[in-house]
């Protein structure tokens, strides 16, 4: 790292060293790049804005029969207080805010634009770069335009002709100004779903057969359904072409996708384990392999798997409001897989926990950030940290129930606390920065 890079971020801010840097690589498309080491927190667009009322999810929120245990409602009306909560982000100590721009504010009907949404995108990233914030940008995080679903999805033979246009148009808008990006959040979630579950979920599918029937549709294409292979082998497709494209548009930034994981660890006879990686996460670490600057990690826990398949954690494991067991050293294993298959760097850019005591999430970031550190110790390229979440928000199908945030939200009042554990993530902000080769 020299010395003029360092002072560049310093004192020139994020802005200013991502504008150095873009303008002098302007004519060869490809440079090397110097960002700090990433230290942020993260969130997404229809988790946190509220009344997205043109999204797949709204829809299925208001089924009968719904799976979602609430509906999200205006969630943490961000989409109005995003300047003051970029703002007390930024005085935690923070570098860099993940969030996701939503594709169906931008594109609420089909060809149909929105220069408000775009003007208000624009706007946040802006707030971002005043505020020393590097802006990691998801262009799909989860919910889709309901106009997209009621075609059907990442089922559509068009679906992906859809979503390159959307690409294309989010990168033209407001590419100069993002920091780091993924094209999509946890495609393989489903995959990973169905491993831990029953097959069959029949809540679901009444919920999606009547989302089709109330959008006159043959199928609803939300899509942690329908048939995983068929949505994989669209979607990786799409990704290999939205990198194109993205990368062709205005702005030089690392771009790459981010994966649901478990850190799973073998129970005797590694065979099913690795069988179990190999199915859920390898075409997606391929794809990103190929083209990817990174890979992003997702990961809360670990998994078991036996010889005969999953197995339980020990008796003695404590568990999150998710349900899920507490063992913030995920972190390392996740981390080591996605390195080792995908030859990328890796930013963790979701970790966090579910729970109403922040002196556990305390103890989970503590834990947690050792993990990453022995895997950054021991040659793993890790190059950023992202925790989930930073507000409190919409946990989809679990409603507001689950507590991920950083800083507490006033359901009544929407008024925002930042918890002690949002100061101790920003006083552990490593002084680091890290070279990219784009
Ligand atoms: C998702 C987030 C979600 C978090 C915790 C990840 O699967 O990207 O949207 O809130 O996990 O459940």
């Known amino acids: 790292m020299s010395a003029l890079t360092r002072r560049s971020f310093l004192s020139g801010t994020a802005s200013g060293l991502l504008a150095r840097t873009s303008s002098a690589c302007a004519e060869s498309r490809s440079a090397n790049l110097t960002l700090p080491f990433l230290w942020g927190a993260a969130t997404a667009g229809y988790q946190t804005e509220g009344n997205s009322t043109n999204a797949d999810i709204w829809l299925l929120e208001r089924m009968a029969g719904t799976v979602f245990k609430e509906r999200s409602g205006r969630a943490d009306d961000f989409y109005t207080r995003y300047h003051q909560d970029i703002v007390l982000l930024a005085s935690l100590g923070l570098n860099s805010f ?9 594109e609420p009907e089909p060809g149909v634009i929105s220069h408000e949404a775009i003007a208000h995108y624009r706007d946040m990233l802006r707030v971002c770069h005043e505020h020393n914030l590097i802006p990691c940008v998801t262009y799909s995080h989860f919910a889709c335009p309901l106009w997209f679903s009621a075609r059907g999805g990442w089922e559509a033979p068009d679906a992906a002709d859809h979503f390159l246009r959307y690409c294309e148009l989010a990168s033209r808008s407001f590419g100069d100004l993002i920091g780091t990006a993924a094209v999509f959040n946890e495609p393989d979630l489903h995959k990973l779903i169905l491993h831990g579950s029953p097959l069959s979920d029949r809540k679901k599918e009444i919920m999606l057969a009547q989302a089709a029937k109330s959008c006159h549709s043959p199928v609803f294409g939300y899509y942690l359904s329908g048939d995983a292979q068929c949505i994989e082998a669209a979607m990786i497709s799409a990704y290999l072409r939205a ?3 993205i990368k062709s548009g205005p702005g030089l930034y690392p771009l790459g996708l981010t994966l649901a994981m478990t850190d799973d660890q073998a129970v005797g006879d590694p065979l099913m384990r690795d069988r179990k990686r190999t199915e859920i996460y390898d075409a997606w670490l391929h794809a990103c392999r190929e083209k990817g600057d990174f890979i992003g990690v997702q990961v809360y826990t670990r998994s078991l798997t036996g010889p005969n398949g999953t197995v339980a954690p020990p008796a003695d494991s404590r568990f999150t409001t998710m349900g899920w067991e507490f063992y913030p ?3 390392e294993g996740a981390c080591r897989y996605a390195a080792s298959v995908s030859q990328r760097p890796v930013i963790v850019t979701e970790n966090g926990i579910a729970t109403d ?6 103890d989970y970031i503590r834990r947690a950030v050792e993990s990453l550190n022995r895997a950054i110790a021991d040659g793993i390229d890790i190059r950023g940290y992202y925790h989930w979440s930073f507000l409190d928000s919409f946990e989809w199908a679990s409603g507001y129930k689950p507590r991920m945030g950083l800083v507490a939200v006033n359901r009544e009042t929407e008024e925002r606390t930042a918890k002690q554990s949002a100061f101790l993530l920003g006083n552990m902000r490593p002084d680091r920065f890290v070279s990219w080769k784009l």
């Open 357 to 362: 005591d922040d002196t556990e999430r305390q």
């Open 243 to 245: 990198y194109d494209v």
């Open 329 to 331: 050293e995920c972190v």
């Open 98 to 106: 993940r969030f996701s721009v939503e594709w169906s504010r931008i």
